[in-house]
């Protein structure tokens, strides 16, 4: 588990759950009171879970407080048909790469921009539309 600060702003964070063990991966970004507009980061998940207990969580760290807005366009080159593109609008405080449903979400890059009041979230998975992954919620 890890917290950003806000003199992060700009890193690049990388998460790799391929791990063989139920290890749960989770990324809190600085409460939005803490992350004037402009405060930044990039997210990639790099491999697939190796473990269906290996998740990868991504939250607002407020609960009941500031959520992501934005979207997550599902589906990758394998699977490019309109039937498997999907995008998942986001409008909650929790966004969950769940392994239990589906390990393949390796190559995932999300971007998230404070606007002050809320985080633009805008990102690409390769988590096949269809399958309830990535989870949103508060």
């Not at 473990?51 to 500031?66: C, F, K, L, P, R």
């Given at each position: 588990a890890?917290?950003?600060?806000?003199?992060?702003?700009?890193?690049?964070?990388?998460?790799?759950?391929?791990?063989?063990?139920?290890?749960?991966?989770?990324?809190?970004?600085p409460?939005?009171?803490?992350?004037?507009?402009?405060?930044?980061?990039?997210?990639?998940?790099?491999?697939?879970?190796?473990?269906?207990?290996?998740?990868?969580?991504?939250?607002?760290?407020?609960?009941?407080?500031?959520?992501?807005?934005?979207?997550?366009?599902?589906?990758?080159?394998?699977?490019?048909?309109?039937?498997?593109?999907?995008?998942?609008?986001?409008?909650?405080?929790?966004?969950?790469?769940?392994?239990?449903?589906?390990?393949?979400?390796?190559?995932?890059?999300?971007?998230?921009?404070?606007?002050?009041?809320?985080?633009?979230?805008?990102?690409?998975?390769?988590?096949?539309?269809?399958?309830?992954n990535?989870?949103?919620?508060?």
């Amino acid at each position: 588990a890890r917290t950003l600060l806000r003199g992060e702003s700009g890193a690049l964070i990388t998460a790799d759950p391929s791990t063989d063990s139920s290890t749960t991966i989770t990324v809190t970004l600085p409460l939005i009171a803490d992350a004037p507009a402009g405060v930044w980061y990039e997210l990639a998940i790099i491999a697939d879970a190796g473990n269906a207990g290996a998740d990868v969580i991504i939250n607002t760290g407020a609960a009941g407080g500031a959520n992501f807005v934005g979207h997550v366009t599902q589906g990758g080159a394998a699977n490019h048909t309109a039937a498997s593109q999907t995008v998942l609008e986001v409008a909650h405080g929790t966004l969950t790469f769940d392994a239990s449903v589906s390990t393949t979400f390796g190559n995932t890059y999300i971007r998230v921009v404070s606007n002050g009041t809320n985080w633009i979230l805008t990102g690409q998975t390769t988590a096949v539309s269809g399958v309830s992954n990535p989870v949103a919620s508060n």
